[in-house]
């Protein structure tokens, strides 16, 4: 097994090839992009119209598709990457849809250890997740529990299975906001919590993913301290770190911009110009 500088699932057998990999990227951006201008009109009006119709018009359709690209792109790709390469795609609005009510003592134990993790963020997340199933199966009622939806803003963007391992994705934008990474960190926390109350797995892992570099591979020197306290390239992803997981190889990243790149050169983007007159 080749050794990756950042923590790897596990080893795999099954390999997408490049092909392959190009072939889901077409087909996934090709569908969304489609899907996303399906009946689309600008509704909204602005001052600048009377000034700048066109660049005003572009601006928002453009800006509406950029701040979807999340779920109309990189979450249906990963999922498209984990399902090609052996990886079984749970559920994840079920799962948002339904949660345990956190008890009052586990509340506390969570805080305990959000108190430590924020002052020392070099604790790994996973000697949590062993201390909280100890303490949860030793006391917690589970035949007790409530369910409720999970809190806004808190739900999980994918949950993967593998091998008796559960994965657990938040995808987020490259553009992140000063001192998100305690809010980060909460969230993480009571999802291993819902997860242990619901003895869902022995083994899970929550993680942070972003889908690409915008600092040419400065990204963790530029935009480590927006996730902190949260590890990276442990607790959290960037670009193949997330992406050569679920394919099984090296530099998907690269392979998806130049799909990207082949899509423009083809005049893709051509046949919605319509839209922007």
């Known amino acids: 097994m080749i050794l990756l500088p950042y923590i790897i699932f596990f080893a795999t057998n099954t390999v997408l090839t490049n092909q392959q990999i190009q072939e889901l990227i077409s087909e996934t951006v090709s569908h969304n992009v489609h899907d996303f201008f399906r009946g689309k009109e600008v509704k909204t009006t602005h001052m600048l119209d009377h000034i700048f119709p066109k660049e005003r018009k572009i601006r928002s359709l453009i800006g509406g598709l950029e701040t979807s690209m999340g779920t109309r792109v990189w979450e249906p790709l990963a ?15 079920a799962f948002n849809q339904r949660v345990p009510v956190i008890p009052d003592d586990v509340t506390q134990f969570i805080s305990l250890w959000e108190k430590k993790k924020i002052a020392n963020k070099s604790i790994p997340l996973s000697g949590y997740w062993t201390e909280l199933k100890e303490y949860i199966e030793e006391n917690v ?67 942070l993913a972003f889908p690409f570099d915008p600092h040419n591979g400065k990204f963790w020197s ?56």
């Open 79 to 93: 999922k498209a990457f984990a399902e090609s390469n052996g990886f079984e795609v749970l559920n994840e609005k």
């Open 222 to 277: 530029k935009e480590g301290g927006k996730v902190s306290p949260l590890i990276p390239s442990e607790e959290a992803y960037v670009a193949d770190e997330f992406w050569d997981n679920l394919t099984g190889v090296t530099g998907t990243t690269e392979i998806i911009e130049s799909t990207f790149i082949k899509l423009g050169q083809s005049g893709f983007g051509e046949q919605f110009l319509h839209h922007f007159e």
């Open 141 to 207: 009622d589970r035949d007790a529990l409530a369910f409720q939806k999970m809190p806004k803003g808190q739900g999980v963007d994918i949950i993967l299975s593998k091998r008796g391992k559960l994965f657990l994705f938040d995808i987020k934008t490259t553009q992140l906001n000063a001192g998100g990474g305690p809010k980060f960190l909460k969230n993480f926390l009571e999802w291993y919590a819902y997860l242990a109350l619901m003895d869902m797995a022995d083994d899970a892992n929550c993680f």
